[in-house]
């Protein structure tokens, strides 16, 4: 199949979902044809609010709606949805636990539009607070299916997608469970957990390698809270050291949050993909990526960096 | 005497340039550009106190984007107005050029403040005033503002808090076009009656017809003048003026023309 912008895989489940359940309500705050969201309000018109560019007040009607048995998905630019709102999301609906469901496009890969427009931080300030699911999908199918499953979870949930088309590399039936990594390639040499538009990247990395007699294990972080401890661990207990991979601030991301749980629980060599504390730019989608250091290169360069700091770690020992 | 003609020439250079950005870069916002055109090309041409081969002059002007999204607008007056080499605006949006997708406050001269998230440049602007108050200071504050953006509720906080601190070294520029970008903004979060609503905050509203020069140049003259509150200059606009196809039309608020339109649209540009 074509590569497909995954924005489109959360509208496709809002269709899904709105056709089996009357509960389900989306919101959108003036981004509703970047979003898709718009698909859902040309067809389900009576349940679809344009709230305006107003994103606070979108996340709080939304809180209001949950409350009264609505199931609401609300959508923006990652940046404006989680961090416009981020203090209605933590007092009114995640320390009330109310089933507000919010969804936005993020990432540099968002592109010309350029630092403004770009959510390098949405992982972190969603993964911080109490009752939160965070799902990054890795393409279209996966977004459908994290989307539906994000419709019952009990309590909150941020859904990050992508603007730019990406490639499709799991089927219509690879099983999504929340709160579940997906091994996406079985190897023994190294671990990397990947999220997003990062996966496919970890997948070409670990083909590159092979090459050379490195055999990679790729994780797909596709929950990222709640975080899927056991797979992570069994993974890396097989390889003894691993990278993170993500389109997002390293700090506070998956890098972050891999870093304390394997600290906390088997504390091995660990590289980060990621971005670097610093801001996006301008420019397109994948020249981006790659001038972030955002791409299977880099994480050809952190497997072999995790792997020979393994080898000598064990010379020490 | 000031020469209408003279800024008309103004308007249709910037406009073009907006085209040739926008189809250049492949992305971009012409919608909000074009309909803003005429009030900024008779603010930088006119009526602010600018003086680009010294732009960080203490006694400037400033002028702040709250709708910071018509970078092609905003880079193409400034370099037109002498702040930058227009050459560099053939560079909009491309990877590693100042021209950011959206502006920077380092990027060129000119640029007061960071902008593109809306409705928090009012609220720098605002800020901007009280520190000039402060200093019994002799410039003014301008910022342009979206229709659209109007819905932020933040807008409205800075709206009461500028009545409150009587800045009247302050004018908002309302472009009013009455689209965004999921339509009109009646159908969308109707901000009507808004001229109503801004009095009932304590503004000074002015009205004008945002592509009629003499009417724009009498707005900001009417608001320099007006004392103990700040002032809103409420722009009748069209969105995408000046070219036909995108007149009047929400598609166009964030794409750019290809090669085709492009042409057609300098056509209808052209001096
Ligand atoms: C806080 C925030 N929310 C959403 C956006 C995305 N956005 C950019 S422009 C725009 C529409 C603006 O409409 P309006 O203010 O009327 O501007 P104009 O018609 O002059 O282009 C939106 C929703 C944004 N930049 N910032
Ligand atoms: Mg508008």
């Known amino acids: 199949m074509e590569p497909k912008a995954t924005r489109f895989g959360y509208s496709e489940a809002l269709l899904m979902l709105g056709e089996k359940d009357d509960r389900i309500v989306a919101l959108d705050a003036d981004l509703a044809k970047s979003t898709s969201s718009a698909r859902f309000r040309d067809k389900f018109p009576d349940r679809f609010f344009n709230m305006g560019i107003a994103e606070q007040n979108m996340v709080d009607v939304a809180a209001g709606l949950a409350l009264s048995g609505k199931i609401p998905f609300a959508s923006s630019y990652g940046v404006f949805v989680t961090g416009r709102a981020w203090e209605q999301m933590r007092t009114m609906v995640c320390y009330s636990k109310l089933p507000v469901r919010i969804a936005g496009h993020a990432g540099v890969s968002v592109g010309a539009d350029g630092a403004?427009?770009?959510?390098?931080?949405?992982?972190?300030?969603?993964?911080?607070?109490?009752?939160?699911?965070?799902?990054?999908?890795?393409?279209?199918?996966?977004?459908?299916?994290?989307?539906?499953?994000?419709?019952?979870?009990?309590?909150?949930?941020?859904?990050?997608?992508?603007?730019?088309?990406?490639?499709?590399?799991?089927?219509?039936?690879?099983?999504?469970?929340?709160?579940?990594?997906?091994?996406?390639?079985?190897?023994?040499?190294?671990?990397?957990?990947?999220?997003?538009?990062?996966?496919?990247?970890?997948?070409?990395a670990s083909a590159d390698l092979a090459n050379f007699g490195v055999s990679v294990e790729v994780v797909n972080l596709s929950t990222i809270k709640p975080l899927d401890g056991e797979t992570i661990l069994n993974s890396v207990a097989k390889t003894g050291c691993a990278?993170?991979?993500?389109?997002?601030?390293?700090?506070?991301?998956?890098?972050?949050?891999?870093?304390?749980?394997?600290?906390?629980?088997?504390?091995?060599?660990?590289?980060?993909?990621?971005?670097?504390?610093?801001?996006?730019?301008?420019?397109?989608?994948?020249?981006?990526?790659?001038?972030?250091?955002?791409?299977?290169?880099?994480?050809?360069?952190?497997?072999?960096?995790?792997?020979?700091?393994?080898?000598?770690?064990?010379?020490?020992? | 005497?000031?020469?209408?003609?003279?800024?008309?020439?103004?308007?249709?250079?910037?406009?073009?340039?907006?085209?040739?950005?926008?189809?250049?870069?492949?992305?971009?916002?012409?919608?909000?550009?074009?309909?803003?055109?005429?009030?900024?090309?008779?603010?930088?041409?006119?009526?602010?106190?600018?003086?680009?081969?010294?732009?960080?002059?203490?006694?400037?002007?400033?002028?702040?984007?709250?709708?910071?999204?018509?970078?092609?607008?905003?880079?193409?007056?400034?370099?037109?107005?002498?702040?930058?080499?227009?050459?560099?605006?053939?560079?909009?949006?491309?990877?590693?050029?100042?021209?950011?997708?959206?502006?920077?406050?380092?990027?060129?001269?000119?640029?007061?403040?960071?902008?593109?998230?809306?409705?928090?440049?009012?609220?720098?602007?605002?800020?901007?005033?009280?520190?000039?108050?402060?200093?019994?200071?002799?410039?003014?504050?301008?910022?342009?503002?979206?229709?659209?953006?109007?819905?932020?509720?933040?807008?409205?906080?800075?709206?009461?808090?500028?009545?409150?601190?009587?800045?009247?070294?302050?004018?908002?520029?309302?472009?009013?076009?009455?689209?965004?970008?999921?339509g009109t903004t009646k159908d969308v979060m109707d901000i009507d009656p808004l001229e109503k609503k801004l009095e009932a905050f304590g503004w000074h509203v002015i009205e004008c017809d945002g592509h009629d020069y003499g009417q724009i140049l009498y707005a900001f003259d009417q608001a320099k003048q007006t004392k103990g509150k700040p002032q809103a200059i409420i722009a009748h606009t069209v969105k995408g003026k000046g070219v036909s196809f995108m007149e009047n039309n929400a598609e166009w608020h964030g794409k750019a023309p290809n090669q085709v339109e492009a042409e057609k649209a300098l056509l209808e540009l052209a001096d």
Not at chain 1, 168 to 187: H, L, Q, R, W, Y
Not at chain 2, 19 to 28: D, V
Request: glycine share 8%; proline share 5%.
């Open chain 1, 116 to 204: 403004t427009h770009q959510a390098l931080e949405d992982i972190a300030i969603m993964n911080v607070l109490p009752n939160m699911h965070v799902f990054s999908p890795c393409d279209y199918y996966e977004t459908i299916k994290a989307t539906m499953a994000a419709a019952y979870v009990d309590g909150p949930a941020y859904i990050r997608f992508g603007r730019a088309p990406i490639p499709i590399i799991t089927e219509v039936d690879s099983p999504f469970e929340v709160g579940k990594a997906t091994i996406m390639k079985k190897g023994s040499d190294v671990t990397v957990v990947a999220t997003g538009t990062m996966v496919n990247e970890a997948l070409i």
């Open chain 1, 243 to 317: 990278v993170t991979a993500e389109e997002h601030q390293i700090t506070g991301g998956i890098g972050s949050i891999i870093a304390s749980f394997l600290s906390l629980n088997l504390p091995v060599p660990l590289e980060m993909v990621g971005m670097g504390d610093r801001f996006g730019e301008s420019g397109e989608p994948f020249e981006l990526l790659k001038h972030f250091h955002c791409n299977s290169c880099e994480i050809v360069q952190a497997c072999l960096r995790a792997i020979s700091r393994r080898q000598t770690s064990r010379v020490v020992l």
């Open chain 2, 1 to 182: 005497m000031r020469d209408i003609a003279q800024l008309e020439k103004v308007g249709r250079q910037i406009r073009r340039d907006i085209i040739q950005m926008t189809t250049l870069a492949g992305s971009g916002h012409p919608g909000g550009s074009l309909s803003a055109t005429d009030l900024m090309a008779a603010l930088y041409f006119e009526i602010a106190n600018v003086d680009p081969s010294d732009p960080m002059k203490e006694d400037r002007d400033r002028v702040i984007y709250s709708k910071a999204h018509v970078t092609p607008l905003i880079y193409s007056v400034l370099a037109r107005r002498g702040f930058f080499d227009p050459e560099l605006l053939k560079t909009f949006r491309k990877l590693g050029s100042p021209l950011q997708g959206h502006p920077h406050i380092h990027c060129v001269p000119g640029i007061e403040m960071s902008g593109g998230s809306l409705g928090q440049g009012i609220s720098i602007a605002l800020g901007t005033a009280i520190a000039g108050k402060m200093d019994r200071a002799p410039w003014r504050v301008y910022c342009l503002m979206g229709d659209g953006e109007l819905q932020e509720g933040q807008v409205w906080e800075a709206f009461m808090a500028a009545a409150h601190y009587k800045a009247d070294n302050l004018t908002a520029i309302i472009d009013k076009n009455g689209l965004e970008i999921d």
